[in-house]
């Protein structure tokens, strides 16, 4: 499934200052019946967001009309448990298009990798930046540059690398999953095959 390129985000950001976030409160395991990857974004931490009669949480940050943002900035150690696709997708489905941490769990990774939410992976000391920037002005921006790998604060002008593998920094500046990708060489693949004997 494609989605949209990803290029320079600049976005401000929504703050969630909890560490060891599992895929269980990303999504939780009663909402994973679905095979499709639409709708998912109304269950996002639907225990954290939502009261057992369906009303909603005021204390929660998503609840909290002050934050907005492309840009989710999550604690150390972010989307551990489970090895499910679903609270990858339920973070894009949202409007997330990069989740910020000090930390993220290989598989969570690579799921996002595979659907276009960049994960950046930025030290405790920038980490704990972001979250004064944002505690300071909610509406201030971070810019996320895949071309050169950098994270900034732009109120402070503060910014750090992060590191993507290649095949995957590719796939996400053409908006390409692994699907995708082998569509777009289909004719190299094809040339090869025909050159190549038995």
Same mark, same amino acid.
């Given at each position: 499934?494609?989605?949209?390129?990803?290029?320079?985000?600049?976005?401000?950001?929504?703050? !969630?200052?909890?560490?060891?976030?599992?895929?269980?409160?990303?999504?939780?395991?009663?909402? !994973? @019946?679905?095979?499709?990857?639409?709708?998912?974004?109304?269950?996002?931490?639907?225990?954290?967001?939502?009261?057992?009669?369906?009303? &909603?949480?005021? %204390?929660?940050? !998503?609840?909290?009309?002050?934050?907005?943002?492309?840009?989710?900035?999550?604690?150390?150690?972010?989307?551990?448990?489970?090895?499910?696709?679903?609270?990858?997708?339920?973070?894009?489905?949202?409007?997330?298009?990069? *989740?910020? +941490?000090?930390?993220?769990?290989?598989?969570?990774?690579?799921?996002?990798?595979?659907?276009?939410?960049?994960? *950046? %992976? *930025?030290?405790?000391?920038?980490?704990?930046?972001?979250?004064?920037?944002?505690?300071? /002005? &909610?509406?201030?921006?971070?810019?996320?540059?895949?071309?050169?790998?950098?994270?900034?604060?732009?109120?402070?002008?503060? +910014?750090?690398?992060?590191?993507?593998?290649?095949? @995957? @920094?590719?796939?996400?500046?053409?908006?390409? /999953? /692994?699907?995708?990708?082998? !569509?777009?060489? %289909?004719? /190299?693949?094809?040339?090869?095959?025909?050159?190549?004997?038995?």
């Amino acid at each position: 499934m494609a989605y949209d390129k990803f290029n320079i985000l600049t976005s401000s950001a929504v703050p !969630l200052p909890i560490e060891n976030v599992d895929t269980d409160q990303i999504i939780p395991a009663r909402f !994973l @019946k679905a095979t499709e990857r639409k709708g998912f974004g109304d269950n996002l931490f639907r225990d954290w967001r939502y009261n057992s009669d369906g009303t &909603p949480k005021e %204390q929660f940050v !998503l609840n909290n009309p002050i934050y907005s943002g492309k840009i989710l900035v999550g604690g150390k150690n972010f989307g551990s448990g489970s090895s499910r696709e679903h609270a990858a997708w339920a973070v894009y489905d949202y409007g997330f298009r990069c *989740v910020v +941490s000090s930390f993220f769990a290989d598989i969570f990774r690579g799921n996002c990798l595979n659907i276009g939410v960049l994960p *950046v %992976q *930025v030290t405790p000391e920038f980490l704990d930046k972001i979250y004064k920037a944002i505690e300071a /002005d &909610p509406k201030t921006e971070l810019e996320i540059n895949l071309p050169e790998q950098k994270i900034t604060i732009l109120a402070t002008g503060e +910014s750090e690398s992060f590191d993507i593998n290649d095949y @995957k @920094k590719d796939n996400m500046l053409n908006g390409f /999953d /692994d699907i995708d990708y082998l !569509l777009n060489i %289909q004719d /190299d693949i094809e040339k090869y095959a025909e050159n190549t004997p038995l």
